[in-house]
């Protein structure tokens, strides 16, 4: 439960706790013989992960018909709460039809391994185009989120669920910081204004140069990388974390900077998915959310500020959360120094700024990003781990 000492409340008021107890999970694991599965893929993975531990608050499992249908056409609950993005566990029609309302079903992850329970109170069908267009805004496969909706099964099932139990992070022990234990650092920090930012890339000086502008006006950054699912020519996680470490250690004040990372998975949904990003930030106990351009993005299909201009369909304060909103960062030739189009006198061939798919270009032929782009630490990083091996 959200601590009254909190800077802010978890989204719709509670944070969500569905990891069961040591008596509820020897119940569960009993049974685990006599119940019918459903395996999870790896984002459904992360979506009982992030349900159980409160990071989607206030959600306490998988979406029934009547949440799903509001938060695809309006993006709210059925209850009214702000919501932008379902959170559905999809399965073929076949698997589906033994179900009945009140049964417990045993979900198990990619290896065949029991980790959580569904509490099957509904099934229903779904308009996957309609999910598309009105979550992506495109209904062309070739978009990575779509393509995940167009592949997935028919029916949705819903349901509360219970994850068995929080296994530590095989990869990133230090920085599983779930919402209670986020919150809890805050407190002690003393912090009352926390910016959180959310990232599947390195930071790079652009990023850098937003990040300080927020630190300049609140008490502390959440750098909270997400490490789920995402692109498979995105960067790999513990590469930008080693990214991460290396940049904290040398550019940042050690008191003002907590990592953790984000077991989500990545879905590309732009606008909407900067919604999705800032509730999740909020349940994690942050104040503030740092939204840049294309925020969430993937390819052209979104405008560059289009994931600010989002926020502002909302009522103030409803969110609950402050989005900080900043324009493409750039190197500026003429002034010597990271700035902005707000800041900077310069003219478009005096700005030095990169695409991700440029620097991954670089990366991969063995070549340094130039130092007006990333830290040379960084970068030297990057090309040791991103550079292809020549075959002989």
């Not at 045993?106 to 109170?121: C, H």
């Not at 926390?194 to 502390?220: M, S």
């Not at 993005?297 to 900080?324: H, N, S």
Request: with cysteine; glycine share 6%.
């Amino acid at each position: 439960m959200s601590n009254n000492l909190d800077a802010i409340a978890a989204h719709g008021g509670k944070l969500v706790n569905r990891i069961a107890s040591p008596e509820q999970k020897q119940e569960f694991l009993t049974k685990a013989d006599s119940l019918p599965r459903v395996e999870l893929d790896e984002r459904a993975v992360s979506d009982l992960e992030m349900i159980a531990i409160g990071g989607f608050s206030p959600l306490t499992g998988f979406m029934n018909q009547s949440d799903y249908k509001r938060v695809v056409s309006e993006m709210r609950l059925a209850n009214g709460v702000a919501w932008s993005i379902p959170i559905t566990l999809s399965v073929d029609e076949k698997v589906a039809n033994p179900f009945k309302k009140g049964d417990l079903i045993r979900l198990d992850n990619p290896k065949g391994e029991f980790i959580g329970v569904l509490e099957f109170s509904e099934k229903y069908e779904y308009d996957k185009k309609a999910e598309a267009i009105n979550v992506y805004r495109t209904d062309e496969d070739k978009h990575p989120g779509v393509k995940v909706v167009y592949n997935q099964g028919a029916v949705n099932i819903a349901g509360d669920v219970w994850l068995l139990e929080r296994k530590e992070n095989p990869l990133f022990p230090k920085y599983q910081i779930d919402p209670a234990e986020s919150r809890k650092m805050f407190r002690e920090q003393g912090w009352k204004t926390i910016v959180g930012f959310q990232t599947r890339n390195p930071i790079h000086r652009a990023h850098e140069y937003i990040q300080k502008c927020a630190l300049e006006t609140v008490d502390g950054l959440f750098l909270h990388p997400l490490v789920g699912a995402t692109k498979s020519d995105d960067i790999p996680a513990d590469v930008r974390m080693r990214c991460y470490e290396i940049l904290l250690e040398n550019y940042y004040p050690d008191d003002r900077v907590i990592l953790a990372i984000n077991p989500a998975a990545m879905r590309y949904a732009g606008p909407r998915e900067a919604i999705f990003h800032a509730l999740v930030r909020k349940n994690y106990g942050c104040t503030h959310f740092i939204v840049g351009r294309d925020h969430a993005g993937v390819g052209d299909y979104y405008g560059t500020y289009d994931a600010q201009q989002i926020f502002d369909e909302f009522e103030p304060g409803e969110l609950g959360i402050i989005p900080m909103k900043f324009e493409h960062a750039f190197y500026c030739t003429r002034t010597k120094q990271m700035a902005t189009a707000k800041t900077s006198p310069s003219k478009k061939e005096e700005r030095i700024h990169l695409s991700g798919t440029k620097v991954r270009e670089m990366l991969r032929r063995g070549e340094s990003p130039p130092a007006e782009f990333s830290r040379p630490e960084v970068a030297a990083e990057l090309v040791r781990a991103m550079r292809v091996p020549v075959k002989a």
